[in-house]
C-alpha cells in the first residue's frame, strides 16, 4: 500500500502560521462556532494560498474556495455530491484540486450546552483513513478519474469539540459536532489515475475477493465497504467479475 507523502518542514510552518493567523482572530473559549466559516475550512485555505485576495473567488458562476496559478483548490469535509455540479463547470476550463481532510489522530473535548463548559481534551480512539476518503468520493464518482481532477487526502491531527447532546445516558452517542480545529497536518496521498486508487486494495486479497472479504481487510461495516467497492468499480480500479456461490465476486483492473 502507497505510504503517504511526508510533510516538509516548510510544510509545518506554513500550517502553524495558517492555524495561528486563523485562531488569533478570536479567543477559542469566547467564539468557538460563532465564525460563519467553519475554523477547519479556513485553515485550510490559507494553508494552501497564504494570499487570501485569492480566496473565494468567482468563477463561471460559482465561487472557488481558492484561485490561483496553479488552478481551482475546493476544500470538501463531506456531502461531496453538492460538489459535483461545480466540478462539471470548472473542470473542463482549469484544473482543480479537491482536498479531502481526514481526521487520522483524534482528540476530543465535550461541551455543555447550557453551561459553556469546555471539558479537557481526550484521545479518541476512531482514526479515519484513505478508506474514509473512498466513501466520501463516492459522491463525485462520475467525475473521476479525470486528466484535470486531483484529489489530495489530508491526515490530520484534531481537536473535536462536541455537544453533550446524544441519546444516551452519557449523552455522547450520538452528539452533534460543534467544531473541528486541526492542529497538525501530518501527510498526505495524492490520487489522479484509476491506478492511483487501485494501490490501496490490500495486497492480501489477492487478484480476486468480495465484498466480506475486503470489509475483513479494512475492518468496516459491509454497509460502509459498499461504497469504497463502488467508488473503486467507478473509477476503473475494480470490475465485477461474476459470483463466487451467491455473493458478487471482484477483480483488480490491475493485477498483483
Known amino acids: 500500500m502507497k505510504q503517504p507523502i511526508p510533510i516538509t518542514v516548510a510544510d509545518e510552518l506554513r500550517f502553524s502560521t495558517a492555524k495561528n493567523t486563523v485562531l488569533s482572530e478570536q479567543t477559542l473559549d469566547a467564539g468557538i462556532g460563532t465564525l460563519s466559516e467553519k475554523t477547519l475550512h479556513k485553515i485550510l485555505k490559507l494553508y494552501i494560498e497564504p494570499d487570501s485576495s485569492k480566496h473565494e ?18 476544500i470538501q469535509t463531506r456531502n461531496y455530491d453538492k460538489l459535483f455540479p461545480k466540478l462539471k463547470k470548472f473542470l473542463p476550463d482549469t484544473h482543480v484540486t479537491v482536498i479531502c481532510p ?6 476530543v473535548r465535550w461541551i455543555n450546552k447550557e ?25 463525485i464518482r462520475g467525475i473521476l478519474p479525470n486528466e484535470n481532477l486531483t484529489v489530495r487526502v489530508m491526515y490530520l491531527k484534531v481537536d473535536d469539540f462536541r455537544y453533550l447532546n446524544g ?30 486508487y487501485a494501490d490501496f486494495i490490500p495486497s492480501t486479497l489477492g487478484n480476486e475477493f468480495t465484498a466480506p472479504e475486503l470489509a475483513r481487510e ?11 467497492l463502488k467508488l473503486l468499480v467507478a473509477v476503473g480500479a475494480l470490475s465485477e467479475a461474476g459470483k463466487r456461490g451467491r455473493v458478487t465476486l471482484y477483480k483488480r483492473n490491475f493485477p498483483i
Open 102 to 107: 481526514l481526521a487520522s489522530e483524534k482528540y
Open 57 to 74: 473567488i468567482k468563477h463561471l458562476g460559482s465561487i472557488a474556495d481558492v484561485k490561483n496559478e496553479d488552478g481551482i483548490f475546493e
Open 115 to 139: 453551561t459553556g463548559e469546555i471539558g479537557e481534551k481526550r484521545k479518541s480512539p476512531k482514526r479515519e483513513s484513505i478508506y474514509d476518503a473512498f466513501k466520501l468520493l463516492f459522491g
Open 167 to 196: 441519546w444516551d445516558k452519557s449523552r455522547k452517542r450520538g452528539s452533534s459536532r460543534m467544531e473541528r480545529i486541526p492542529n497538525a497536518i501530518l501527510g498526505e496521498q495524492v490520487l489522479r489515475t484509476a491506478e492511483d
Open 218 to 228: 479494512i475492518k468496516r461495516t459491509s454497509r460502509f465497504t459498499f461504497y469504497v
